[in-house]
């Protein structure tokens, strides 16, 4: 943008920032509110569009002449990704110990107002996005750019032009495309994606520069500059978003149009998807190489009692069309698929032999010796095939004990815990927590939290906000929530609320552990219940607390993280056992578990905390820090 403009209002994605009512507006015009701070972070990330913004001049453009921690900047941006709806952070980038910046393409109001001038039309968008942009920037800036623009020029624009389409934008971390027509929108995806693996075949998996590509047909507006936009456009950048890495995503609709080889296309449907842009849910498909349908051999049949050998059609086989065994599960070892390859071979050997004999007229009399050969070959390929389906089975009881721990672990944790996905629908709940709902574990899996345990109204507004705020940054929070139980009594229940989230910033799982309050609430609010966040290392040096900490501690963070504090001296004693035992058992299976115990602070006086632990593992399954949130709960125990 132009350093000498001062417009009354900015215009990017499908908001507006308008300086002189100083108000964020929604697409209808609707404003979304957002604390003052709040809007003056987004005023400066909008106006230095395309920058990087570290840590100190945001410090000196927003809070001027006034000390602030760095959780002030983290609540910032935690506020306006709620309110731009921006969880998978593409348009306010975090660049790890270096700062924020805003990806979005921003336009003045004049801009904007010719904009909605802009001429509408129907075309197929495919927009594509690089795997884990942000990472490949951090390890080698120049390198990862330098290799992406050569991609682009040498393979993208090219494959773009000859399938008919035109390059509308060009972002750094991936591209934006238009096409008249579905088919040729499709057809030069998959070119690109196949021309990708191929252009980056020779790099380590680490440094390999992927896509994910969106395709999407329906209506955009194209600017002057022959930028485009629109809901079509946002759909089109969610799909990718959802697409595997290598991969390509497509509504149903869009998969309807296929036609010719395009038909053949081998896509895997993720169902109905409630996308930003949309205000219903879509039925979304993804599909990943091989992109195409694969003739159907034949697949050999292995008995998991007494390996016996035939031949049968793979005609079932839909999304992975692969040699495989079928007593074998999905989780099949690579020895078994491989002896798998090598018996379909020996035996299509024989056929041919068995038919060329009787077409000659040879008597197999005389060729004994060769048969004996194949006979002791095929007895040595199934004795290696039995070898590995007896792996296979241990492998499979292996698993077996390990969630018999788990459940025996989550089950004798205090308190009721349960494991939710992106969409809120339970995939794990402990006996307490089906003890305590009334209901047996098969009615309360897969059902949405809010949906059984009859959240009262206004709480359920505080629960979708609660959830919005878990971040990377910040992936612990607590709430308190009332629900109506089968007797119609009302409830209060704390949740302590952890997120997982994979590599690339993407919600993956969130678990909760929660107790009942309700007798601790009729006896009035207790005080100093803010919650506090600590990062703790196994040995006690403390590598992070927020500032409720250093309010219960009474000391400053510079004293706690500091090697003069250890956070396990604050323990009693006589809980000090407890807690070890609390340690062993965090697994990488199960690294949330909860406690309380008594603490004794640096002014002698005494209260009771309860802390609920996510346990952060090394490579090698060893517990290397401790994430917490506990709270002061003393008071509520009439202690």
């Known amino acids: 943008m132009d350093a000498g403009q ?51 001049a945001i410090m000196a453009a927003v809070w001027p002449d006034v000390i602030v921690t760095d959780e002030s900047i983290t609540q910032c941006v935690r506020d306006i990704r709620k309110a731009l709806g921006d969880e998978a952070q593409r348009v306010l980038r975090t660049a790890p110990k270096r700062g924020y910046l805003f990806a979005a393409q921003v336009s003045s109001a004049e801009a904007a107002m010719a904009a909605q001038r802009a001429a509408r039309r129907l075309a197929a968008i495919v927009a594509a996005g690089v795997v884990g942009h942000a ?10 750019l330098r290799r992406l623009t050569a991609h682009c020029k040498e393979l993208v624009e090219p494959l773009v032009t000859k399938h008919r389409g035109r390059v509308a934008k060009l972002p750094s971390d991936g591209v934006l495309c238009e096409f008249a027509s579905v088919v040729d929108a499709v057809t030069c995806a998959v070119a690109i994606q196949r021309g990708m693996a191929e252009r980056e075949s020779a790099v380590t998996e680490v440094e390999r520069i992927r896509f994910r590509i969106g395709v999407n047909l329906g209506d955009i507006v194209c600017e002057a500059d022959g930028d485009i936009w629109g809901d079509c456009v946002n759909i089109a950048t969610q799909l990718e978003a959802l697409s595997p890495p290598g991969g390509i995503g497509v509504l149903a609709a869009v998969r309807e149009l296929l036609i010719g080889n395009l038909a053949k296309l ?11 842009a949309s205000d219903r849910p879509l039925r979304v498909l993804t599909m990943k190489p091989p992109f195409f349908t694969a003739p159907a051999p034949a697949v050999i049949a292995v008995s998991p009692v007494r390996p016996s050998i035939s031949v049968l059609p793979f005609a079932k086989q839909k999304d992975h069309p692969e040699w495989s ?8 070892t690579a020895q078994t698929a491989q002896a798998s390859r090598m018996s379909q071979a020996l035996l299509g050997a024989e056929h041919q032999i068995q038919l060329s004999k009787l077409a000659a007229g040879i008597d197999s009399s005389r060729v004994s010796g060769q048969l004996d050969d194949l006979s002791r070959l095929l007895d040595a390929l199934l004795v290696r095939l039995d070898g590995a389906l007896t792996q296979r089975s241990e492998a499979l009881d292996r698993l077996a004990a390990s969630e018999a721990r788990y459940d025996a672990l989550a089950n004798t944790q205090g308190g009721f815990i349960a494991r939710m996905t992106p969409d809120l629908r339970l995939s794990f709940v402990s006996d307490a927590y089906c003890r305590y709902y009334q209901q047996n574990r098969e009615e309360l899996l897969g059902r949405g939290f809010n949906e059984f345990t009859l959240t009262v109204l206004e709480d359920c507004k505080r629960h979708t906000a609660h959830l919005s705020a878990l971040t990377p940054e910040h992936p612990t929070h607590a709430i308190e929530l009332r629900c109506r139980l089968h007797d119609g ?15 690339e910033g993407r919600l993956v799982e969130v678990q909760s552990v929660g107790r009942d309050i309700t007798e601790q609430r009729t006896r009035g609010p207790a005080q100093g219940e803010t919650q506090m966040e600590v990062f703790m290392l196994p040995c006690g040096r403390v590598t992070f607390v927020n500032e409720a900490y250093c309010q219960h501690v009474r000391k400053s963070r510079r004293y706690l993280l500091s090697e003069a504090f250890n956070g396990l ?4 004693p006589e809980d000090r056992p407890n807690f070890e035992e609390h340690l062993r058992k965090l697994t990488p299976e199960q690294p949330v578990a909860a406690m309380e115990a008594r603490a004794i602070l640096p002014d002698g006086s005494e209260r009771r905390e309860y802390w609920v632990d996510r346990g952060i593992f090394g490579r090698d399954g060893r517990l290397v820090a401790l994430q917490s949130a506990g709270r002061d709960v003393t008071d509520r125990l009439g202690l």
């Open 135 to 144: 990472r490949l920037i951090q390890t080698d800036e120049a390198g990862t």
């Open 569 to 572: 001296d604050l323990m009693a």
């Open 325 to 332: 065994c079928t007593a074998n599960r999905p989780e099949e």
């Open 489 to 503: 009594s009302i409830r209060w229940v704390e949740w302590t609320d952890m997120a997982l989230f994979d590599g």
């Open 266 to 276: 081998c896509f895997v449907d993720l169902g109905e998807q409630l996308l930003k």
């Open 6 to 56: 001062a417009p009354g209002a900015y215009r990017f994605d499908r908001f507006t920032l308008d300086l002189g009512r100083g108000a964020l507006l929604g697409p209808g015009g609707a404003e979304i509110p957002l604390r003052p701070k709040s809007f003056a972070l987004l005023r400066l990330l909008v106006e230095n569009a395309g920058r990087l913004l570290d840590r100190d």
